[in-house]
């Protein structure tokens, strides 16, 4: 650990980034139309800022506008992998990004949206980029993954892995690190980026043997193990879910940013009248060791550090999350599975009670003794502003909610299986999933 903080810190030196917060409308490159209020950017690449209305009858809010990122365009997000004696090793990449919290993360090998892959930019070329887009090496995962619904519309990354045999160059701000040490670096606040969390998830399992102890760690094990049991197969999950995205009555249309109802542009920003949600600012990005050495962007800013949490339960020795079929407005296909708890708690305070979030409490009132993992980890640092989420995975012996038409249990396995095709598992569950995989490096 000492090691990587170490090449850290080097990486940072010479990557220095500033970012200072700038109004909307002193964005160099990017502006906002007349007619429709949206803000984007003068080479119709990258994104736009635009406004959402969203309908759901039948909810304790049932319609409401908002600001959202479209984002139509196709990023990759890919790691490379090695086997050697020692076992599987990834070459991770040390980047900062704007919105971070605390300077340079544990990144993937690839991180770039296509703009930035085409050099809209004009900027030098992505490295490593050849791996991923006419793969030589052995294809271990390649699926088209969401990212968050709440504040990008319909927004899709390919995800992958390639493994390579023959010796690779490593650049300056890359390194190999073994599974482990990455597993390890995941307890860390804010070390390991949301991106490279993503294609962590979409690992396949590499070869941990099932145990016959009866602790934590080795449930965990065997619930990655495809043998075991599950307390839903597959085929039961597969049409629970589809019914449920057959039937959910929600309606969304993108509208201009003008027309967003509840939101005012003061103070060089966008803000929600209420003063919770997030913010829409802007900022100027001055960096060593990027494609380009500077930029202006716009970017969410939330309010509040969210809760993001799986309750987990051993169900016949197998360990099993409780995943919660839950609607986003962006999502490409209406509904996502994701933790049992996601919220930023805060913005329920002035809402009826049936508004709050189930699990909510139990999540956060949990014993020391039962909480396996309790980590704050940043978001997406390239359109998010210190977005920020504690993630808790909280052990339970009972069932909080027998028979709850929008939570199911499900094995490890099965998680995995569901992460081979897209839009199954929404970006806070894969953080999650990675999570818990890393525990399966830990002592018992």
Avoid at 73 to 94: C, K, S, Y
Wanted: with cysteine.
């Amino acid at each position: 650990m000492l090691d990587v903080r170490n090449w850290f810190e080097e990486v940072a030196e010479r990557t220095a980034m500033t970012v200072e917060r700038l109004p909307l409308d002193e964005l160099g490159g990017w502006s906002r139309c007349a007619s429709t209020g949206n803000i984007r950017h003068d080479s119709g690449k990258f994104f736009t800022v635009q406004g959402l209305d969203v309908r759901f009858p039948g909810r304790a809010v049932d319609a409401w506008t908002q600001p959202i990122i479209n984002q139509p365009e196709v990023g990759i997000l890919g790691i490379l992998i090695r086997r050697l004696d020692g076992g599987p090793q990834l070459l991770m990449q040390a980047k900062n990004e704007p919105g971070n919290h605390d300077g340079p993360q544990v990144s993937p090998t690839v991180q770039a949206t296509r703009s930035n892959y085409t050099r809209v930019h004009k900027g030098r070329p992505v490295p490593y980029l050849e791996h991923f887009r006419n793969p030589s090496g052995r294809v271990l995962a390649d699926v088209r993954q969401s990212e968050q619904g709440a504040w990008f519309y319909r927004k899709r990354n390919r995800n992958m892995v390639v493994e390579v045999g023959e010796d690779v160059e490593v650049l300056d701000g890359f390194r190999w690190l073994t599974l482990e040490q990455v597993h390890g670096l995941l307890a860390v606040p804010d070390l390991v980026n949301m991106d490279a969390r993503t294609v962590l998830a979409c690992l396949p399992v590499l070869g941990r043997p099932a145990l016959g102890a009866d602790g934590f760690r080795a449930a965990l094990i065997r619930s990655r193990d495809p043998r075991q049991g599950a307390e839903h197969g597959i085929d039961e999950v597969l049409s629970w879910l589809s019914g449920i995205r057959s039937t959910v009555d929600i309606s969304t249309e993108p509208i201009p940013l003008n027309r967003i109802r509840h939101w005012h542009r003061t103070g060089g920003k966008i803000s929600h009248e209420s003063g919770r949600f997030f913010d829409i600012i802007g900022v100027r990005v001055v960096s060593a060791g990027r494609e380009v050495t500077g930029w202006t962007q716009p970017m969410i800013e939330p309010i509040g550090t969210g809760v993001v949490a799986f309750l987990v339960r051993r169900i016949g020795g197998v360990l099993h999350a409780l995943v919660h079929a839950r609607v986003e407005p962006g999502y490409t296909d209406v509904v996502e599975l994701a933790p049992t708890v996601q919220c930023v708690p805060a913005n329920y305070d002035h809402l009826p009670p049936a508004a709050r979030p189930l699990f909510l409490d139990a999540v956060l009132g949990a014993p020391p003794g039962r909480i396996r993992y309790d980590t704050v980890l940043s978001e997406e640092g390239g359109r998010f502003y210190h977005a920020r989420n504690r993630y808790l995975i909280v052990e339970t012996d009972e069932d909080p909610a027998p028979g709850h038409p929008d939570f199911r249990w499900l094995a490890m396995h099965q998680v995995v299986e569901l992460l081979r095709h897209s839009y199954y598992l929404n970006v806070q569950a894969r953080t999650l999933s990675a999570c818990l995989d890393s525990l399966t490096s830990a002592a018992e």
